[in-house]
């Protein structure tokens, strides 16, 4: 399966995006998703994690409350809604699938095997 993300750009603080993750060359249902964001020059993090029905999600610290992972199976596409912004969500976000097939939702970047580019999110204050 290949990904693609889009949506990123620049908003004011407590302003929303909304990310996408289109799904090509595979069925994303087969996959647990997640969204992982990264700084330049610093580690990436975990942002949160979808079962592949949509069951289930898992969201880090720093986000629960403000963001919402969902998947429209029947669209092949991956969405993170991200609400109430602020400077410190600035970063490269990039969704990516789950190796595993399934099981518990992760939050380590080892455990995902695929991969889309980068999607932009600026937030000023």
């Known amino acids: 399966v290949q990904l693609q993300a889009s949506g990123g750009g620049l908003v004011q603080a407590g302003g929303s995006l909304r990310l996408s993750c289109a799904a090509s060359g595979g069925t994303l249902s087969s996959y647990n998703m997640g969204w992982f964001r990264q700084v330049p020059g610093k580690e990436q993090d975990f942002v949160a994690a979808?079962?592949?029905?949509?069951?289930?999600?898992y969201y880090a610290d720093s986000v629960e409350g403000r963001f919402t992972i969902s998947r429209d199976n029947a669209k092949n596409t991956l969405y993170l809604q991200m609400n109430s912004l602020k400077p410190e969500d600035t970063a490269f976000y990039y969704c990516?699938?789950?190796?595993?097939?399934?099981?518990?939702?992760?939050?380590?970047?080892?455990?995902?095997?695929?991969w889309g580019q980068g999607t932009l999110v600026t937030v000023s204050s």
């Open positions: 979808i079962s592949g029905s949509g069951g289930r999600t």
């Open positions: 990516a699938a789950d190796g595993r097939r399934g099981g518990w939702l992760s939050h380590y970047p080892i455990d995902y095997d695929t």
